[in-house]
Nanobody, 122 residues
């Protein structure tokens, strides 16, 4: 599966932004999906994940209550709705797909989008 993330953007602290990641192929619904991010000078970190049927989600503590992951299997698309953004949310965001289950370990993921920059100004 090939993943294509939309452009991120620049937003002020406290603002909102929605990221979209579209997948090619007919097998999107068979993959767990997740978003990861990597800030300058830092390691890649888990943000959120969603099960194949969208019946279960999992969030990093740092974004819980502010971010929402969702998916539309008919459109082969996964979303990340980001609210109450903080400057520390500034990072390159990546969508990723995993064939079995879904979790927070980036090394388990099989396919990656190209990354999109989100900048939150203070």
């Amino acid at each position: 599966v090939q993943l294509q993330a939309c452009e991120g953007g620049l937003v002020q602290a406290g603002g909102s932004l929605r990221l979209t990641c579209s997948a090619s192929g007919r097998t999107f619904s068979t993959y767990g999906m997740a978003w990861f991010r990597q800030a300058p000078g830092k390691e890649r970190e888990f943000v959120a994940a969603i099960s194949r049927a969208a019946d279960s989600t999992y969030y990093a503590e740092s974004v819980k209550g502010r971010f929402t992951i969702s998916r539309d299997n008919a459109k082969s698309t996964v979303y990340l709705e980001m609210n109450s953004l903080k400057p520390e949310d500034t990072a390159v965001y990546y969508c990723a797909a995993v064939k079995f289950g879904f979790n927070s370990r980036w090394s388990d993921y099989d396919y990656w989008g190209q990354g999109t920059l989100v900048t939150v100004s203070s």
